[in-house]
């Protein structure tokens, strides 16, 4: 079982609950919402004190619901709808193995994203500007790259599979 499938099953990413996520309004509220509304709520703090805890529990509830809060995909001719089931394909690859070209660079691609980690929680921990950007640029920066290459990943695996493209794209 990879990483990757063991945060699925975290977040209740069944075969349905991929295609809710693979949603174009899933994908792109995911990431223009929930780093940015955790990051603004754990900010907080410093006008609400213990009430700070509210926007953050929020932000946490909508982090946790997004990918199931909205309608399965119609089709997959959005990037971020080919790059969610690429990462669908990516999470199974301990069962089902990705092409030879893509197992390295998601790799590096989350590491990349991971990075950004440590500025976060240094800005967020000194109320430093500058590191929370930093370290959001590099999360969201990576996260796209990433779900770029996952996007990538789908068209070669539809290209030679094409039973696995959209509906089928739940292994």
């Known amino acids: 079982m990879t990483t990757e499938s063991r945060i699925a099953s975290a977040f209740g990413l069944d075969a349905e609950g991929w295609a809710r996520h693979a949603n174009p309004w899933s994908g792109w509220t995911r990431f223009t919402t929930c780093l940015p509304l955790l990051v ?3 900010w907080s703090r410093t006008w609400l004190g213990w009430w700070s805890l509210a926007p953050i529990s929020l932000a ?3 982090i946790w ?4 809060a909205f309608g399965p995909a119609r089709d997959d001719s959005a990037w971020i709808t080919k790059g969610v089931f690429g990462e669908r394909f990516w999470s ?3 069962t089902d193995p990705v092409p030879e070209r893509h197992r390295t660079l ?4 989350n590491a990349v994203a991971l990075l950004g980690l440590p500025f976060v929680v240094w800005g967020l921990t000194a109320l430093q500007v500058w590191p929370t950007i930093m370290g959001m640029v590099l999360i969201i920066g ?4 990433y779900i770029d290459r996952m996007a990538i990943l789908y068209e ?3 290209k030679d599979r ?3 493209r959209y509906a089928s794209a739940h292994p």
Not at 65 to 68: F, K, L, M, T, V
Not at 106 to 109: A, D, Q, R, S, T
Not at 142 to 145: E, I, M, N, R, S
């Open 156 to 158: 070669d695996i539809v």
């Open 60 to 62: 946490l509830v909508w």
């Open 65 to 68: 619901i997004n990918p199931r």
């Open 40 to 42: 603004l709520a754990i």
């Open 92 to 94: 199974l690859r301990a």
């Open 142 to 145: 990576g996260k796209l790259w």
């Open 106 to 109: 998601p790799h590096i691609l």
């Open 162 to 164: 094409p039973d696995r």
